[in-house]
């Protein structure tokens, strides 16, 4: 029932930004959370960061506190994430998906999309 797409994806340089999108299709009101992701080859699936959809209550992991922010629109039908002073360990494909309570355990629900490439590369 709900649908998401990532785009926003890119290659940039250390220190740059990009802004990743999630938009969504189907009745967003009936999920707890959107969350973030990303894989990097040979490394496990890790949780980015989510946002609880009722009052925009946010969750980061340790290693992009303070440089990613996680917002929706006012339809709360597109999820962004915001990534400042990118550095190369952030190189990953980065997947949206509803998120299970509570908001720290970052767990998935519904399937997987294609995601969006991100690299940071000098």
């Known amino acids: 029932q709900l649908q998401l797409v990532e785009s926003g994806g890119g290659l940039v340089q250390p220190g740059g930004s990009l802004r990743l999108s999630c938009a969504a299709s189907?009745?967003?009101?009936?999920?707890?959370?959107i969350g973030w992701f990303r894989q990097a080859p040979g490394k496990e699936r890790e949780g980015v960061s989510c946002i609880r959809l009722t009052d925009g209550t946010t969750y980061y992991a340790d290693s992009v506190q303070g440089r990613f922010t996680i917002s929706t629109d006012n339809a709360k039908n597109t999820v962004y994430l915001q990534m400042n002073s990118l550095k190369p360990e952030d190189t990953a494909v980065y997947y949206c998906?509803?998120?299970?309570?509570?908001?720290?355990?970052?767990?998935?629900?519904?399937?997987w999309g294609q995601g969006t490439q991100v690299t940071v590369s000098s």
């Open positions: 998906a509803a998120v299970r309570p509570p908001l720290a355990t970052m767990t998935p629900l519904g399937s």
């Open positions: 189907g009745f967003t009101s009936r999920y707890y959370a």
